[in-house]
């Protein structure tokens, strides 16, 4: 049972590439979410998704596009990396509302 | 606007003994859900607790329970007889909803305790 999985675990860009991070889940949940992490700030969150073909913004969206074609995937865009953007990124899912989500293993994702 | 507040960046605790980590958030949604995670130094996020907004009696898992004071807009973790291995980062979180579309689950900064032997 694989639950969320997120690829890659590492990676370093150059300021203005872009990127894709990928989450996937295999537990037929609805709701899918993605955060950032940084020191002192605890998890934010920047998109989340209630359904196939639903997302909405959360915290701190600028600078990431998501989209949710289906309910195992919900793929995290960076359109052009900064150094703001440095940080560990979590993907997260749940079944419904009163559950709790669970996590994949994050993405550190540093840009020079 | 959903808030969540963790006022103690670090906290130590003698093993064995209990320790309170403080959570005060902000809704204007009546329906809500609180959680608590706990983050070990190996990164990973495990889920301790949930407390609803409509339950009636705190709630509890083990060593964990939850002082949920409704009026005052609290949360609290209580670890009872703090073992080595609760050093972590502990967080509080929030879910607000649930409507058709709209389902945020926003989290605190975070309190790392550090237990002591």
């Known amino acids: 049972n694989a639950g969320v999985t997120q690829t890659p675990k590492f990676q370093v860009l150059k300021t203005g590439q872009s990127m894709t991070l990928q989450c996937a889940q295999d537990m037929n949940h609805e709701y899918m979410s993605w955060y950032r992490q940084d020191p002192g700030m605890g998890l934010r969150l920047i998109h989340y998704s209630v359904g196939a073909g639903i997302t909405d913004q959360g915290e701190v969206p600028n600078g990431y596009n998501v989209s949710r074609s289906t309910t195992e995937d919900f793929p995290l865009r960076l359109l052009s990396a900064a150094p703001s953007q440095t940080s560990v990124y979590f993907c997260?899912?749940?079944?419904?509302?009163?559950?709790?989500?669970?996590f994949g293993d994050g993405t550190r994702l540093s840009i020079l | 606007a959903q808030k969540i507040t963790q006022t103690q960046p670090g906290m130590f605790v003698q093993e064995k003994e209990a320790v309170t980590l403080d959570c005060t958030y902000d809704?204007?949604?009546?329906?809500?859900?609180l959680f608590w995670y706990k983050q070990p130094s190996s990164g990973e996020m495990i889920f301790l607790i949930y407390?609803?907004?409509?339950?009636?009696q705190n709630a509890t898992e083990g060593r964990y329970s939850l002082n949920f004071q409704k009026a005052r807009k609290s949360a609290n973790l209580v670890i009872s007889a703090s073992q080595l291995g609760d050093s972590a980062m502990y967080f509080c979180?929030?879910?607000?909803?649930?409507?058709?579309?709209?389902?945020?689950?926003?989290f605190g900064p975070g309190t790392s305790l550090s237990v002591i032997p």
């Open positions: 997260a899912s749940k079944p419904w509302e009163n559950q709790p989500q669970h």
């Open positions: 979180a929030m879910r607000e909803g649930p409507k058709t579309s709209y389902d945020k689950v926003i």
């Open positions: 809704t204007s949604d009546p329906s809500y859900g």
């Open positions: 407390q609803g907004s409509y339950d009636q």
